[in-house]
């Protein structure tokens, strides 16, 4: 029953910065943790950050200092801040929420971030 929605990706240029939205519909009151993954071609889709409903975050080491996840649940919104983009980072980033009941699990559409050098 939940939905996610995710955008703000594009194309920038190497240091510069993006922001994502994921935008959470449905049965709001199932979700627990969210997190930011993201997949670049021929690799395998890792973690990029968490946050937990009450606001604690953790960060894949490749991105510490440079990405800041956050939500606002009020706007059922989890964000994802992205500063001194590299062209490492391109990749199709997808928004995750961990959910009380079945499926447990769900995931956004993707949006993809390309970053330019």
């Known amino acids: 029953q939940v939905q996610l929605v995710e955008s703000g990706g594009g194309l920038v240029q190497a240091g510069e910065s993006l922001s994502l939205s994921c935008a959470a519909s449905?049965?709001?009151?199932?979700?627990?943790?969210m997190s930011w993954f993201r997949q670049a071609p021929g690799k395998q889709r890792e973690l990029v950050a968490v946050?937990?409903?009450?606001?604690?975050?953790n960060y894949a080491d490749s991105v510490k200092g440079r990405f800041t996840i956050s939500r606002d649940n009020a706007k059922n919104t989890v964000y994802l801040e992205m500063n001194s983009l590299k062209p490492e980072d391109t990749a199709v980033y997808y928004c995750?929420?961990?959910?009380?009941?079945?499926?447990?699990?769900?995931w956004g559409q993707g949006t993809q971030v390309t970053v330019s050098s």
């Open positions: 946050i937990t409903s009450g606001g604690s975050t």
């Open positions: 995750k929420a961990q959910l009380r009941i079945f499926p447990y699990t769900k």
């Open positions: 449905g049965s709001i009151s199932s979700i627990n943790n």
